[in-house]
């Protein structure tokens, strides 16, 4: 088989013809995504302690706010 005729797994599941396009909003969500720390700290106490990404340090240091 060659790999020119074979379609890719993303073609596949979203084929050119398809009328079903995202938003711009979500567009720019994808293409400059929102910094980790931010997202950490926008987070509540109780989602940072099970998170388990996050050291004790982190879970305990206060923020800023």
């Known amino acids: 088989m060659n790999k020119e005729t ?16 995202l938003s711009p909003e979500v567009l720019d969500k994808i293409k400059h995504p929102a910094r980790i720390d931010d997202v950490i700290r926008k987070q509540s106490p109780e989602e ?17 706010d």
């Open 6 to 21: 074979v379609p890719s797994q993303a073609e596949k599941s979203n084929p050119e013809g398809d009328a079903s396009q």
């Open 48 to 64: 940072r302690k099970t998170n388990p990404a996050l050291v004790p340090e982190m879970i305990d240091d206060p923020t800023d």
